[in-house]
Nanobody, 126 residues
Framework: QLQPVESGGGLVQAGGSLRLSCAAS????????MGWFRQAPGKERDFVAS????????AYADSVKGRFTVSRDNAKNTVYLQMNSLKSEDTAVYLC???????????????????WGQGTQVTVSS
């Protein structure tokens, strides 16, 4: 079992940057594909990015491609989300999730993930 805990959210001006971290307890972190999702008030939980177990394969939502970068450090049991050129529409609670499925790659649907963090708020002011 894995317990992700997000950090690094905050208030930033449009065009600025933030780096989110997700630290996960457990010795088997490297066996989980990891994903980032976001949820704005009154909206569904949307896929942002995912990273494979080894970190060698990543995927992004079209809305963040070229601006966000997902990475992981398995030695530190941590996955990161570097967010650049932030826009007001990026404002949301960002959640980290772990996929315990048999495949090495994370999916794009929330239902494919097994363990979730509580989320960290990102607010982008225009």
């Amino acid at each position: 079992q894995l317990q992700p805990v997000e950090s690094g959210g905050g208030l930033v001006q449009a065009g600025g940057s933030l780096r989110l971290s997700c630290a996960a307890s457990g010795r088997t972190f490297s066996t989980y594909a990891m994903g980032w999702f976001r949820q704005a008030p009154g909206k569904e939980r949307d896929f942002v990015a995912s990273i494979s177990r080894s970190g060698g394969t990543t995927a992004y939502a079209d809305s963040v491609k070229g601006r966000f970068t997902v990475s992981r450090d398995n030695a530190k049991n941590t996955v990161y989300l570097q967010m650049n050129s932030l826009k007001s529409e990026d404002t949301a609670v960002y959640l980290c999730a772990a996929d315990a499925g048999p495949g090495p790659y994370g999916g794009r649907l929330p239902g494919e993930y097994d363990y979730w963090g509580q989320g960290t708020q990102v607010t982008v002011s225009s």
